[in-house]
């Protein structure tokens, strides 16, 4: 069983609309993650987030942590692309905890 | 600079074989990570080393799975007498300090048992 659950599990959508991918838990976070990794690679970090409301943007890219820092999501708008890829969240459970969990992924798809 | 490198690549091996896949971190990082992704999952955390510390290895599924870390650098994951349910991408990543804020990985080693 996942401590993340990633939705939708797999995206495919035309260039220029926008998408949003879903990040839930039933346990509490200190911080949570957004990678994303393209095929032969790895994951690469794209924003972390630390306090619950938190709201992020990285160009096109908008994070939000939940109030309860259980959930999470990314949005993208304007899809390119080159935002096709394998989409991961993940997260510190407590304040010294050290090892990462990962949601399954979410594989978007932007066509042309 | 130089990111986290690891090989082979690809490895293909026969069932009942022994394989050891290398992972060399990013030059003064003192965590390193490996995980293994499996197809449709996420990472699962298999071991932690930091420092000079004994490793976490709450993750290694078995007792088939060993890892070493030598000089406080380069770290090879053994798998022995593989099982074809072994086969996956095997990550490695490495971070400047315990629970920093990014872990960089590697390109991953993708294993297949046959």
């Known amino acids: 069983t996942q401590l993340l659950e990633q939705s939708p599990q797999f995206l495919s959508i035309q260039e220029g609309e926008n998408l949003t991918v879903y990040c839930n838990s039933s346990?509490?976070?200190?911080?949570l993650q957004w990678y994303r990794q393209e095929p032969g690679e790895g994951p690469v970090l794209l924003v972390t987030v630390v306090t619950g409301g938190e709201v992020k943007k990285l160009k096109r890219l908008t994070f939000q942590f939940g109030d309860a820092r259980k959930d999470s999501s990314l949005h993208i708008t304007a899809a390119q692309p080159g935002d096709t890829g394998l989409y991961l969240c993940a997260g510190y459970r407590g304040s010294n905890d050290y090892k990462l969990s990962f949601g399954a992924g979410t594989t978007v798809t932007v066509r042309a | 600079g130089a990111g986290v490198s690891q090989s082979p690549s690809n490895k293909v091996t026969e069932k009942g074989k022994d394989v050891e896949l290398r992972c060399d971190p990013i030059?003064?990082?003192?965590?390193l990570y490996w995980y293994r992704q499996s197809l449709g999952q996420g990472l699962e955390f298999l071991i932690y080393?930091?420092?000079?510390?004994?490793?976490?290895k709450s993750g290694l599924p078995s007792d088939r799975f060993s890892a070493e870390r030598t000089g406080g650098s380069v770290s090879t994951l053994t798998i022995q007498r593989t099982q074809q349910e072994d086969s996956a991408v095997y990550l490695c990543a490495s971070s400047l300090v315990r629970r920093a804020d990014e872990q960089f990985f590697g390109p991953g080693t993708r294993l297949t048992v046959l």
């Open positions: 080393f930091q420092g000079n510390s004994a490793p976490d």
């Open positions: 346990s509490v976070f200190s911080s």
């Open positions: 030059s003064g990082h003192t965590a």
